[in-house]
């Protein structure tokens, strides 16, 4: 159905929610249906008084790897490439396209060219599939994570040449350091809203090595090398001078200990620091689980949204993950809520991250809800649910 349609009839979804974002066709339709979305509406968003933006975000999301190689086993068995790509979204594509940017942290270079980085583990995925995220709704990518240099300088100038062609925004990473630290500025709707990225993780949870990070003469992304001095200093270099400029300030961090619900006190220390230094929110991912969410000084606080479209893992153990909404004016956050999503259903449809409803949207939401605990103050919506 047209989109315009779609968006009358989710009527139930808060209007501060249902915002018109940069159009994407919607030849791609998601199968989710409109009451779907619906019931997944905020339990108390607002519309911000004057202009308004709404963000929907994710986490990360690896597009080689199982997932490239998924991709071409569909189309060794005959399925043209335009059945292909709208494929992995379109569970949650509903959701994405209901806001005006939606945000994700790409996990892996567009690129088949460049020297392997010795590390743990290196993703790629060939630059065509780009295209799932256009088919998702994807607007703007986070670079800052510890994937964007596995095929070196060729990877990353690859990665931005094809986003630039598919008109996504991106952040945290460069040809040096100083691009890697530039933010990215957007004014959907007449607010200014500015996103940082960064990569940091203290010992004992670093695993990468340094070369990861860029260099002011060379390549790679934002943050600091196990140094928690250095990272302080970046973020009282780049936050206030971005949150003088716009009206939301926003840093996705790529932190934290892989595999772990714990949130580290580094994590708190740096979210709190950026808080004060004028983030209306902060965001996170790495630990490819979900953990707790904190709202500091009325600012929500996302540790770790856990996974999205990864192909990094075929079959997870933990598959419960999230995509969060935001309501932004020009003086902060005026809702926010979680929506909660299964990331993959092996073999049946891998990859394809879908909304969930009913007694497992309720009992997720329980589950976040206890991941916050620790926290004096979390989201409204989690208050009780646990």
């Not at 968003?45 to 997932?67: E, I």
């Not at 240099?149 to 598919?166: F, K, P």
Request: charge should be negative; glycine fraction near 10%.
């Amino acid at each position: 159905m047209r989109r315009r349609e779609f968006l009358e009839r989710a009527a139930g979804l808060a209007a501060g929610l249902l915002l018109a974002r940069r159009g994407r066709s919607a030849e791609h339709a998601t199968s989710a249906a409109p009451d779907a979305v619906a019931r997944a509406a905020p339990d108390s968003a607002s519309r911000p008084a004057g202009p308004a933006v709404t963000l929907a975000v994710a986490g990360d999301t690896t597009l080689g790897y199982n997932l490239e190689a998924h991709v071409d086993d569909m189309l060794a068995g005959g399925a043209l490439p335009d059945q292909v790509w709208p494929l992995y979204g379109r569970g949650v594509r509903a959701v994405l396209d209901a806001a005006d940017l939606a945000l994700v942290n790409l996990e892996c270079p567009f690129t088949e060219r460049g020297e392997k980085l010795p590390k743990n583990f290196n993703f790629r995925a060939r630059r065509e599939l780009v295209k799932i995220l256009e088919a998702a709704s994807v607007d703007v990518v986070s670079l800052a994570n510890n994937h964007l240099m596995d095929y070196g300088r060729e990877g990353i100038e690859d990665t931005i040449a094809t986003l630039d062609s598919a008109g996504i925004g991106w952040f945290g990473a460069g040809t040096n350091r100083r691009a890697a630290h530039r933010p990215l500025v957007l004014e959907p709707n007449g607010v200014r809203v500015g996103f940082l990225g960064y990569y940091f993780q203290a010992p004992p949870d670093m695993l990468e090595p340094e070369a990861v990070y860029a260099l002011p003469h060379g390549p790679g992304v934002a943050g600091c090398y196990q140094d928690l001095d250095c990272m302080r200093r970046r973020i009282r270099e780049d936050l206030p001078r971005l949150a003088r400029k716009v009206d939301a300030a926003i840093p996705y961090f790529h932190w934290g200990k892989e595999g772990s619900y714990e949130v580290r006190d580094y994590q708190i220390e740096l979210a709190h620091l950026s808080v004060d230094l004028g983030a209306r929110a902060v965001l996170g991912a790495h630990p490819h689980r979900l953990q707790g969410i904190e709202v500091y000084r009325d600012a929500p606080i996302f540790y770790s949204l856990g996974n999205f479209m990864f192909g990094g893992n075929k079959d997870p153990e933990d598959k419960l993950s999230a995509v969060v909404r935001l309501a932004l004016g020009r003086s902060g956050v005026a809702a926010c809520d979680v929506v909660p999503i299964q990331i993959t259903t092996w073999p049946d449809a891998p990859f394809q991250p879908f909304v969930l409803e009913g007694d497992a949207r309720a009992e997720a939401l329980a589950r976040i809800a206890r991941l916050s605990e620790r926290f004096a103050s979390t989201l409204p919506q989690l208050r009780g649910a646990g």
